[in-house]
C-alpha cells in the first residue's frame, strides 16, 4: 500500500511539472523557430531573437518593465518593512484593523484596483505614464511586502530591542543592528515577492498608462493578437531573466555561508549594492540604446509623434527608418477594435495620427473629431490605387488617407473543400453538413452579420430588422448545427496547419496562410462581400499635425508601403507597391487573398450606423451565448 503511495505521488508530482513547465518549454523551443507558425516547428534560427533586439517597442518595453519592477520593489520594500515594524508596535485593535486593511487590496479584483488608480489619477488630473505606472506597482506591492514581513516580526522576542537600547544602542541601532538582521529572510521573501508581482501586472499597468509607456505585459498582449513569434523570444528572454535572479538569491548567501562565517548583516549588506548596481546598470542600458547621434538636417530633431494603430500592424522598419530621416521620436500605441480607440478619442486621450477603418472614420468625421488634411502638404494621394480612393466614408479625401485595404472571405483547405460547393453555395456553405465540425466563425459582429446578410440576399448595410432577425437566425443554425468553432486571430495559424476545412478570414490573414500553405485558397462569394479599408486620420487635438502629414506622406511611399505590406500581409494602398508584391517574382505571387475584388457590383463597404450597430450587437452576443450552449 506505501509502496502504490509512492509511486502514485511520484505520477502526480511528474504530471504537475509536466503541467507547469512544458508550456514554458515549448515557448523556448519556438522562439527559435525559423518561419512565422507558432505551432510547426520548421527550422533553427534566431530570426525572432534579432526582430526583438531591433524592435524599440519591445526594447523599450522590457527596460520600462524591469526598472519600473526594480523601483517598485526598492521602496514598497522599504515602506513595506517599516510600516511592519511599526504596527507591531501599535496596539492590538490598531494592528488587526490595519491588517485586514493591507489584505484587501491583495483580495481584491484586479480590474476593480486599476479601475481605482485610473480614476484616482484622472481625478487630479496626473498625467498617466511612467510615473502613475511606477506609483500604482509601488502601492500594490507594499502590502505583499508587510504580509512577508508581518510573521518575522511576530516570531521576534518582544524584549529583544528593549534589552539592545538598555546596553548602550540608539534606537536607530537597535532597528538596524538588531531587528533588521533577524526579519531579513521575510525582508527578502518579499521583496522577491514585489518584484514578481510587478514584473507579471499587465491589468493594473494597462490602465494606469499612457504617452505610449508600455511593460512587456502590455506589448505581448498586443502582439497576441497577430501572428509574430517575437513573443516567444521575448518571453523566454523574461524567463531567462528571473531564472537569474532566483539563482543569485539563493545561491548567493549558500556560497557566502561555505566561504566564511560572515555575520547574517554582512550578507544583508552585500544585497543593498547589488540592487542599486542593478538598477544603474538598467538606466545605463536604456541611455545606450535610447541615445543616439542627432543630425542638423533632421527637420523634427527632438519632436514626437503620437500614434494610435492595430496592434502588429506596421512593418519591421518604417519606425525606425522615420525616426533617422527626421529625427522625430515615434510613440506608437495599440488597440484591438475600433471601438476600443473610440473611447479613448472620445476622451480626448491626444493623438496625432489615429488608423481607424472605414465605418469608423465616418463616425470620426460626423462627431467632428477629425480635422481637414493640408493636401498642400501631402504628395502622396497620386501615388495610391484609384480603387481605394474615394470611398462613400470620405468621398474626396479630405480627412483620411488610405493606409490598407482589401475583402473579407473563405479561407479553405483544397484538399477538403470542393471548389464546386463553394461556386453554388457561397456564404452558405456553412451550413453544408458535408462540413460540419470543420469550421471557423470570426469573433467580428460586423463581418458575420455580413456574411449571414449576403448568404441571405440582403445588403450588409441594411437597417431593416426583419431582414437582421434572419441573418441572426442563420448565425444560430450555422453555430447550433455545425459544431461551429468562433476564434479570433488564432485563425490564421490554426488554418496555415490545416485544422479546419474553411472559415471566415480577412484578405490579409489569408495572405498569409496561403504563402504558409499551398494547399490553402480563398474565395470571395460572387453574392459580394465587404471591401474594407482602414486609413490614417488625424484628430482634431493632434499637438504635432505637421509631423502627421509628414508620416502619412512617408507611410504612403513606396518604401514606407512595401515595408508595411511586405511584413504584414495586407494589401497596400501604394499601386506600384501592391503590383510589385503581387507580380513576378514578388513575396504574395498567384496568391489571389492579396489583391481585393475591384469589379464586383456587391461589394460593399461597411457605413456606420449607430441604431444598426446597437441590434447587430445585441443579437452576436446571443450567437455566442447559442454558441456555448451548443458545446
Same mark, same amino acid.
Given at each position: 500500500?506505501?509502496k502504490e503511495?509512492?509511486?502514485?505521488?511520484?505520477?502526480?508530482m511528474t504530471?504537475?511539472?509536466?503541467?507547469f513547465y512544458?508550456?514554458?518549454?515549448?515557448m523556448?523551443v519556438?522562439?527559435?523557430?525559423?518561419?512565422?507558425s507558432l505551432?510547426?516547428?520548421?527550422?533553427?534560427?534566431l530570426r525572432w531573437?534579432?526582430?526583438?533586439?531591433e524592435?524599440s517597442d519591445?526594447?523599450?518595453?522590457?527596460?520600462?518593465?524591469?526598472?519600473?519592477?526594480?523601483l517598485?520593489t526598492?521602496?514598497?520594500?522599504?515602506v513595506?518593512t517599516?510600516?511592519a515594524?511599526?504596527?507591531s508596535?501599535?496596539r492590538k485593535?490598531?494592528?488587526?484593523?490595519?491588517?485586514? %486593511?493591507?489584505? @484587501?487590496?491583495?483580495?481584491?479584483?484586479?480590474? =476593480?484596483t486599476? &479601475?481605482?488608480?485610473m480614476l484616482?489619477? +484622472?481625478?487630479?488630473q496626473?498625467?498617466k505614464g511612467?510615473?502613475?505606472?511606477?506609483?500604482?506597482h509601488?502601492a500594490?506591492c507594499?502590502?505583499?511586502v508587510?504580509?512577508?514581513?508581518m510573521p518575522k516580526?511576530?516570531?521576534?522576542?518582544?524584549?529583544?530591542?528593549d534589552a539592545?537600547?538598555?546596553?548602550?544602542?540608539t534606537?536607530w541601532?537597535a532597528l538596524?543592528?538588531?531587528?533588521?538582521?533577524?526579519i531579513?529572510?521575510?525582508?527578502v521573501?518579499?521583496?522577491?515577492?514585489?518584484?514578481t508581482?510587478?514584473?507579471?501586472?499587465f491589468i493594473i499597468?494597462?490602465f494606469?498608462t499612457?504617452?505610449g509607456?508600455k511593460n512587456?505585459?502590455?506589448?505581448?498582449?498586443?502582439?497576441s493578437k497577430?501572428v509574430?513569434p517575437s513573443?516567444?523570444a %521575448?518571453?523566454? @528572454?523574461v524567463v531567462v531573466i528571473?531564472t537569474i =535572479?532566483l539563482l &543569485?538569491?539563493n545561491?548567493?548567501?549558500m +556560497?557566502?555561508?561555505?566561504?566564511?562565517?560572515?555575520s547574517?548583516?554582512?550578507?544583508r549588506?552585500?544585497?543593498?549594492?547589488?540592487a542599486a548596481g542593478?538598477?544603474?546598470?538598467?538606466?545605463?542600458?536604456?541611455?545606450?540604446?535610447?541615445g543616439g547621434?542627432?543630425?542638423?538636417?533632421?527637420?523634427f530633431e527632438?519632436?514626437?509623434?503620437?500614434?494610435?494603430?492595430?496592434?502588429?500592424y506596421t512593418?519591421?522598419?518604417?519606425?525606425p527608418d522615420?525616426?533617422?530621416?527626421?529625427?522625430?521620436?515615434v510613440v506608437?500605441?495599440n488597440?484591438d477594435?475600433n471601438e476600443?480607440?473610440y473611447i479613448?478619442v472620445?476622451?480626448?486621450?491626444?493623438?496625432?495620427?489615429?488608423?481607424?477603418?472605414?465605418?469608423?472614420?465616418?463616425?470620426?468625421i460626423e462627431?467632428d473629431? @477629425?480635422?481637414?488634411?493640408d493636401?498642400?502638404?501631402?504628395?502622396?494621394?497620386?501615388?495610391?490605387?484609384?480603387?481605394?480612393?474615394g470611398?462613400?466614408?470620405?468621398p474626396?479625401?479630405?480627412?483620411?488617407?488610405p493606409?490598407f485595404?482589401g475583402?473579407?472571405g473563405?479561407?479553405?483547405?483544397?484538399?477538403k473543400v470542393?471548389?464546386?460547393?463553394?461556386?453554388?453555395?457561397?456564404?452558405?456553405?456553412f451550413?453544408?453538413?458535408k462540413y460540419?465540425?470543420?469550421?471557423?466563425?470570426?469573433?467580428?459582429?460586423r463581418?458575420s452579420?455580413?456574411?449571414?446578410l449576403k448568404?441571405?440576399?440582403?445588403?450588409?448595410?441594411t437597417?431593416?430588422?426583419?431582414?437582421?432577425q434572419?441573418?441572426?437566425?442563420?448565425?444560430?443554425?450555422?453555430?447550433?448545427?455545425?459544431?461551429?468553432e468562433?476564434?479570433?486571430d488564432e485563425?490564421?495559424?490554426?488554418?496555415a496547419?490545416g485544422r479546419?476545412?474553411?472559415?471566415?478570414?480577412y484578405?490579409g490573414d489569408?495572405t498569409y496562410?496561403?504563402?504558409?500553405?499551398?494547399?490553402?485558397?480563398?474565395?470571395?462569394p460572387?453574392?459580394?462581400?465587404n471591401?474594407?479599408?482602414?486609413?490614417?486620420?488625424?484628430?482634431k487635438?493632434?499637438?504635432?499635425?505637421?509631423?502627421?502629414?509628414?508620416f502619412i506622406?512617408?507611410?504612403s511611399?513606396?518604401?514606407g508601403?512595401?515595408d508595411?505590406?511586405s511584413?504584414v500581409?495586407?494589401?497596400?494602398?501604394n499601386?506600384?507597391v501592391?503590383?510589385?508584391?503581387?507580380?513576378?517574382?514578388g513575396?504574395?505571387?498567384?496568391i489571389?487573398?492579396y489583391i481585393?475584388?475591384?469589379?464586383?457590383e456587391?461589394d460593399?463597404?461597411f457605413?456606420?450606423n449607430?441604431?444598426?450597430?446597437?441590434i447587430?450587437?445585441?443579437?452576436?452576443?446571443r450567437?455566442k451565448?447559442?454558441?456555448?450552449?451548443?458545446d
Open positions: 500500500m506505501k503511495r509512492r509511486i502514485f505521488g511520484k505520477i502526480l504530471l504537475m511539472v509536466a503541467f512544458l508550456p514554458i518549454i515549448y523556448v519556438f522562439s527559435f523557430n525559423e518561419s512565422k505551432t510547426s516547428f520548421t527550422g533553427f534560427s531573437y534579432k526582430h526583438m533586439l524592435s519591445m526594447m523599450t518595453a522590457l527596460y520600462t518593465t524591469f526598472s519600473v519592477a526594480v517598485a526598492l521602496i514598497s520594500t522599504v513595506g517599516i510600516a515594524i511599526g504596527l508596535s501599535s485593535v490598531l494592528r488587526n484593523i490595519m491588517e485586514q %486593511v493591507d489584505n @484587501l487590496p491583495m483580495m481584491n479584483p484586479e480590474i =476593480v486599476a &479601475i481605482g488608480f484616482l489619477f +484622472i481625478t487630479f496626473v498625467e511612467y510615473v502613475t505606472m511606477l506609483l500604482a509601488i500594490f507594499i502590502p505583499y508587510i504580509l512577508s514581513v516580526i511576530r516570531a521576534l522576542d518582544p524584549n529583544l530591542a539592545a537600547m538598555d546596553l548602550g544602542a534606537p541601532k538596524t543592528k538588531v531587528i533588521v538582521p533577524q531579513t529572510p521575510g525582508i521573501s518579499g521583496a522577491l515577492i514585489a518584484f508581482m510587478s514584473v507579471d501586472d499597468s494597462y494606469v499612457g504617452q509607456v512587456l505585459s502590455i506589448v505581448v498582449y498586443t502582439m497577430r509574430n513573443i516567444n %521575448v518571453s523566454t @528572454l528571473i =535572479v &543569485i538569491v545561491i548567493a548567501p +556560497i557566502a555561508a561555505k566561504k566564511s562565517a560572515r547574517e548583516l554582512g550578507r549588506k552585500k544585497f543593498i549594492p547589488a542593478c538598477l544603474v546598470l538598467i538606466i545605463a542600458v536604456l541611455a545606450v540604446y535610447q547621434a542627432g543630425g542638423a538636417d533632421r527637420p527632438g519632436q514626437t509623434l503620437h500614434i494610435y494603430n492595430w496592434g502588429e512593418g519591421e522598419n518604417i519606425i522615420f525616426e533617422e530621416e527626421t529625427g522625430a521620436k506608437m500605441e488597440f477594435s476600443q480607440m479613448k472620445a476622451n480626448g486621450e491626444p493623438y496625432d495620427i489615429l488608423v481607424p477603418s472605414d465605418y469608423m472614420i465616418q463616425r470620426l462627431e473629431y @477629425l480635422q481637414k488634411l493636401k498642400s502638404k501631402l504628395d502622396c494621394m497620386e501615388k495610391l490605387s484609384d480603387a481605394v480612393k470611398l462613400p466614408y470620405d474626396d479625401n479630405d480627412y483620411s488617407v493606409y485595404w475583402t473579407v473563405i479561407v479553405y483547405d483544397k484538399t470542393d471548389i464546386e460547393d463553394l461556386e453554388r453555395e457561397g456564404f452558405n456553405i451550413l453544408d453538413e460540419k465540425g470543420d469550421v471557423y466563425l470570426y469573433d467580428s459582429e463581418d452579420f455580413m456574411m449571414a448568404a441571405l440576399g440582403y445588403s450588409m448595410n437597417e431593416d430588422e426583419e431582414e437582421l434572419e441573418a441572426y437566425e442563420w448565425l444560430v443554425r450555422c453555430v447550433e448545427t455545425m459544431d461551429t468562433i476564434v479570433t485563425i490564421i495559424d490554426n488554418m496547419q479546419k476545412a474553411l472559415g471566415l478570414i484578405s489569408a496562410v496561403m504563402a504558409e500553405n499551398e494547399n490553402m485558397g480563398y474565395y470571395m460572387e453574392p459580394g462581400t471591401l474594407w479599408s482602414d486609413a490614417m486620420v488625424i484628430p487635438n493632434a499637438q504635432n499635425p505637421e509631423l502627421a502629414h509628414a506622406n512617408f507611410a511611399d513606396y518604401d508601403a512595401y508595411n505590406s511584413y500581409g495586407y494589401t497596400s494602398a499601386e506600384e501592391m503590383e510589385v508584391l503581387s507580380g513576378e517574382g513575396d504574395y505571387e498567384g489571389n487573398a481585393p475584388r475591384t469589379d464586383n456587391n460593399e463597404v457605413v456606420y449607430e441604431d444598426t450597430k446597437k447587430i450587437s445585441d443579437l452576436w452576443s450567437v451565448i447559442a454558441a456555448s450552449n451548443a
